[in-house]
């Protein structure tokens, strides 16, 4: 409940601005996810994270968003049986415009304004080639230096 | 809590090698337990193979459990084989469980969530709320409803999101419990964070408050 708990702080601090709390959160929720192997919500929770970091840590931002790419892949290449769906009158089962997207969006657009096109492509794909552990690490030295105690 | 672990364990071993029917279905769908079973490295399925087991009443219900468990494992095919099989053993219950069915939206929810289809992860959580409420299973559903506005919110649909949310904070202010109403509060920030970011300030902060503290 706790990890779930963090990782809705993370989310709504992040979508409300307010960067300080995120990062906060995140730890918690980011050991978590990774510690019981959920790769979904562990590539949403470095989502918002990569948001928070991208104004003081550009690349390691950078390389958190190719990272994510990989752990996406990596959680839809397990199967959940088709008829496990609600209905079709129900809802679509992604949310291709939803405010993670939105804030991902967002990271994006600081990160080509800092690092430029090429060296973002560079950096996401340093992090795509990332472990779920390494990548977890590198945020949580990121995390630490952004918030010196 | 680790010695509540271990016997727990030990409890379990027990009902299975005596073939305690009774005892072994109890500590399989005993609430509390679910936490230990979730945790443990193998599916705690050997109480399903006791002699009598597919003919008690509990055997639905902990077809569910251990559907829930594996989807917690992110094993979603298997999750679902077992949801299907608790949903087909409960109808030959002489008196519905209530908990079978909402056990089962949970136990689709979180496969659901392996794939990140977090659309259909909420609408299980839903399901499972509406389940719960019928049965007036208040803290259930308070926990479910939850779920499903804060991912409802996640996912952009926030109308949706909004009368659980309500729901969801009004069922547990009445339960009295602070972890439900943390939940539930920080749930209902999700929701109203773009449309008024103070609310969602407040109320996260009171859902935080709520919530012990690292070394409590």
Known sequence: MNIILSSLTVFVAAYMGDLDQALDAA?????GFLWT???????????????ALAPSEPNTAAIIQGAVRRLVTASQAQSVRPDA????????????????VELRQQTTAILRDTVGDTRLRELRTKGEALEEEAVVALTLDGLTRSRPR | LPAENENFLAAMAYAVTSGDIDLALWLLTAGAGQV???????LPADALLLEGAVEHPLYPRAL?????????RGDAPTAERLADGALAAAEQLASPDPLVEYEVHLA????????GAIVAEAAHFERAGNVARSAALAAESTFALACAAAL??????????????????????????????????????AVVARRDPEQARTLLAEGCALLPRRGE
């Open chain 1, 27 to 31: 730890p918690v929720a980011i050991r």
């Open chain 1, 37 to 51: 192997g959920q790769w979904s919500n562990l590539a949403g929770m470095l989502n918002l994270v990569a948001r």
């Open chain 1, 85 to 100: 769906q609600p209905p079709a009158n129900a809802h679509p089962t992604s949310a291709p415009s939803g405010p993670v």
């Open chain 2, 36 to 42: 230990i079973w979730y945790n443990v490295s193998l």
């Open chain 2, 64 to 72: 569910a459990t251990v559907a829930l468990c594996a989807a917690e």
């Open chain 2, 108 to 115: 689709r929810a979180r496969a659901a969530n392996v794939v």
């Open chain 2, 152 to 189: 409802f919110a996640m996912s952009g649909d926030t109308d949706r999101a909004l009368p659980l949310a309500e729901e969801a904070l009004g069922v547990s202010r009445q339960l009295r419990a602070p972890g439900p109403i943390a939940w539930s509060l920080i749930a209902f920030a």
